[in-house]
């Protein structure tokens, strides 16, 4: 039995290999889980920008210095089990290797999932560390996985950024500026945003991609990066940055001397990141969307979080996939050479925003 991995150099990530090995025997309470598909988003090239500041990293060590394995949402099947909680054939929802199987240590095992308590992730974010069995799963259902693994974690993520605006009164602004505006989880946070009352939803972005985000109906208003002057420079502002731009993130700095938060959430414009030093303004601030999850769990209980996320959920898919115009279609990949032209297409930035990428090495 072979796995099949695809490596990116971790200070270059447009270098990449594809490497087959061996896989390893299982030590007991080990399970062994096919990969079967995966989503590649914006999202995970944030991983990859990210790997070491946030520990992505670490998630799947490779052992060779210099190389990483990128981590993605999708869908795996229990093909071996040394671990009496868990059975061959289980369906799992988790965050795997860009890989054609994963070896798991199940922990901490409930009706509905099990940790993963591989030593090396023991420090790592609980909530990455977490496989859930589709057949107890509240998001779950058959027909929308590949909806679920291209939305899901980047929707929790949009469902949070909102509920922590929210939760700090908007910081008493009521116009939100959203970089990247056709990003899954920027139009995921728009969704949310457009439902509260008396804000204002500035979508940001390209001028090839105005088009597709005015079709969404979930902005205000859409600008291209160089219309930016047409938002009133004394305007009370919260800039929710999804893309990363060191330079874009300067004029937004400079251009509003009323900009109340700047929220920093991932790196889609990988070759225009940069610091966030020196800028004026308030200090461009990294989103983590596991403390605010930790918040409400404290707030609420995590069986109410679990309530409100899921019914948001079912209603964001539906609209996201839903007829006769869905914000989403989704393309597949299957082997490692399209694997790894699917993964350059997406670090380059191309396509198109309305395209979905589900992924398999096998």
Known sequence: MTNTTLLVRQDQLGTTRIETSEAAPLADGQVRVRVDTFALTSNNITYAAFGDAMNYWQFYPTGEAGWGIVPVWGFGTVTQSLHPGVTVGERLYGYWPMASEAVLQPDRLSPSGFSDAAPHRAALHAVYNQYLRCNADPFYTAGTEDAQALLRPLFVTSWLIDDFLADNDFFGARTMLLSSASSKTAYGTAFQLIQRPGIEVVGLTSAGNKAFCESLGCYSR?????????????????????????????????????????????????????????????????????????????????????????????????????????????????????????????????????????????
Request: a positive charge; charged letters at 20%; hydrophobic letters at 40%.
């Open 222 to 362: 859409v600008l291209a990066y160089e219309e930016l002057d047409r938002v009133p420079a004394d305007s009370a502002c919260v800039y929710i940055d999804f893309a990363g731009n060191a330079d874009l993130r300067r004029q937004v700095h400079t251009r509003f001397a009323n900009l109340k938060y700047s929220c920093s959430i991932g790196g889609t414009h990988v070759e225009h990141l940069g610091g966030a030093k020196d800028l004026p303004g308030p200090r461009a601030t990294l989103f983590f969307a596991p403390a605010q999850i930790k918040k409400r769990q404290g707030d609420w209980g995590p069986a109410e979080l679990g309530k409100r996320l899921v019914q948001a959920w079912h209603a964001f898919r539906a609209k996201a996939t839903g007829t006769p115009a869905p914000w989403l279609t989704v393309q597949q990949h299957r082997g490692p050479q399209a694997v790894q032209a699917a993964y350059a297409q997406v670090l380059g930035g191309r396509g198109d925003p309305r395209q979905g990428h589900m992924l398999s090495l096998d």
